[in-house]
């Protein structure tokens, strides 16, 4: 097991986590990422033209915001990022992700090969686009101390700490509850997304969903995936349940429950390979973090900045997973 005495666990992050070009600085300067994102891309044909020119745009033709880019992108990101580790010869004992992080789990799980996943997310996010605008908001805050607050439209999309809560809903109710948090005194920040993902406004885009999903085949796990959805690793009837993954853009995402799930069973080397370092900042709240025995280790930057950051944290997070594997020569790219 690379990674020193403990077992890596690889944090795949979600709707949030998206920023205009990136890991864009690791391409072409660590093939192996690159020829995985041609991979993606390829698998999503003509749209995966369209996404690769908008991944690697200064000024994207389409926001990277929109859900028609936050979602593929945060997907290749993600997958290309755990194939990457796997590159080095990492042997993950166990994948957790964050929204669309999940689908990139169960990818690099062998749940279901990349062609038909990557089919699956570009048929979401064309029902998804279709749904009235809305947004979600990240508050200081329990998901009890938020309930008076909630409503039939705003309702708890994500619980990613214990006092970091996130809800979404339409626009315009969540306006509304943006504003009487506010003026109760709570900390409040958008987060970055034009559709209010888990929350019941996306539910009458997914209908049909159900229906592509059980024509795709799939198979059990190799690499235990501990799932945001259910806080517990994902079981054969999880994943041959096509509702399971039809639901996924409308039920809450309870990561801090399955990363409590996780470390229960021991500390891991939490390894985050995605954009940001959003799920670093949670996981190092966890009891386990804290105390020393389990670790921390972000891919990219915490936020976005030159290319050259990109591979300088790739190297330094190299360099604690694989002290003599291959990213030692990264550096030396010329990127």
Same mark, same amino acid.
């Given at each position: 097991?690379?990674?020193?005495?403990?077992? /890596?666990?690889?944090?795949?992050?979600?709707?949030?986590? &998206?920023?205009?070009?990136?890991?864009?600085?690791?391409?072409?300067?660590?093939?192996?990422?690159?020829?995985?994102?041609?991979?993606?891309?390829?698998?999503?044909?003509?749209? @995966?033209?369209?996404?690769?020119?908008?991944?690697?745009?200064?000024?994207?033709?389409?926001?990277?915001?929109?859900?028609?880019?936050? &979602?593929?992108?945060?997907?290749?990101?993600?997958?290309?990022?755990?194939?990457?580790?796997?590159?080095?010869?990492?042997?993950?004992?166990?994948?957790? @992700?964050?929204?669309?992080? =999940?689908?990139?789990?169960?990818?690099?799980?062998?749940?279901?090969?990349?062609?038909?996943?990557?089919?699956?997310?570009?048929?979401?996010?064309?029902?998804?686009?279709?749904?009235?605008?809305? @947004?979600?908001?990240? /508050?200081?805050?329990?998901?009890?101390?938020?309930?008076?607050?909630?409503?039939?439209?705003?309702?708890?999309?994500?619980?990613?700490?214990?006092? &970091?809560?996130?809800?979404?809903?339409?626009?315009?109710?969540?306006?509304?509850?943006?504003?009487?948090?506010?003026?109760?005194?709570?900390?409040?920040?958008?987060?970055?997304?034009?559709?209010?993902?888990?929350?019941?406004?996306?539910?009458?885009?997914?209908? @049909?969903? =159900?229906? $592509?999903?059980?024509?795709?085949?799939?198979?059990?796990?190799?690499?235990?995936?501990?799932?945001?959805?259910?806080?517990?690793?994902?079981?054969?009837?999880?994943?041959?349940?096509?509702?399971?993954?039809? $639901?996924?853009?409308?039920?809450?995402?309870?990561?801090?429950?399955?990363?409590?799930?996780?470390?229960?069973?021991?500390?891991?080397?939490?390894?985050?390979?995605?954009?940001?370092?959003?799920?670093?900042?949670?996981?190092?709240?966890?009891?386990?973090? $804290?105390?020393?025995?389990? $670790?921390?280790?972000?891919?990219?930057?915490?936020?976005?900045?030159?290319?050259?950051?990109?591979? =300088?944290?790739?190297?330094?997070?190299?360099?604690?997973?694989?002290?003599?594997?291959?990213?030692?020569?990264?550096?030396?790219?010329?990127?």
């Amino acid at each position: 097991m690379s990674g020193g005495a403990l077992p /890596v666990a690889l944090l795949l992050p979600g709707q949030g986590s &998206q920023h205009a070009r990136m890991a864009a600085g690791l391409d072409p300067g660590v093939p192996e990422f690159a020829a995985t994102m041609d991979e993606v891309f390829t698998a999503m044909g003509e749209e @995966g033209e369209r996404l690769r020119s908008d991944w690697l745009a200064e000024r994207p033709a389409v926001p990277i915001d929109h859900v028609t880019r936050s &979602q593929p992108l945060l997907f290749a990101v993600d997958y290309a990022l755990g194939r990457l580790v796997l590159s080095w010869g990492v042997r993950p004992a166990a994948f957790l @992700g964050h929204s669309i992080g =999940e689908m990139a789990a169960a990818v690099l799980a062998g749940v279901f090969d990349l062609r038909d996943a990557a089919a699956l997310v570009l048929d979401r996010v064309r029902r998804l686009a279709a749904a009235p605008p809305g @947004g979600m908001l990240a /508050v200081a805050a329990t998901p009890a101390e938020l309930e008076p607050y909630l409503s039939t439209d705003v309702v708890v999309g994500a619980v990613n700490a214990p006092r &970091q809560t996130v809800v979404a809903g339409p626009n315009g109710p969540l306006e509304k509850t943006e504003r009487l948090l506010r003026e109760a005194g709570f900390t409040c920040r958008r987060v970055p997304s034009l559709s209010g993902f888990h929350s019941p406004m996306l539910a009458p885009a997914c209908r @049909g969903a =159900e229906e $592509r999903i059980a024509t795709v085949p799939v198979r059990a796990p190799h690499t235990a995936v501990y799932s945001a959805y259910t806080t517990a690793p994902l079981t054969h009837e999880d994943v041959t349940d096509a509702s399971f993954w039809a $639901r996924h853009p409308v039920a809450p995402v309870l990561f801090w429950p399955a990363l409590d799930a996780l470390l229960a069973g021991g500390d891991h080397l939490l390894v985050e390979a995605g954009p940001g370092q959003g799920l670093s900042r949670l996981a190092r709240r966890h009891p386990a973090v $804290r105390r020393g025995g389990s $670790r921390v280790v972000p891919l990219l930057p915490a936020r976005p900045g030159p290319p050259e950051r990109d591979l =300088e944290t790739l190297t330094a997070a190299a360099g604690l997973l694989t002290p003599s594997g291959p990213a030692s020569g990264y550096g030396s790219s010329g990127v």
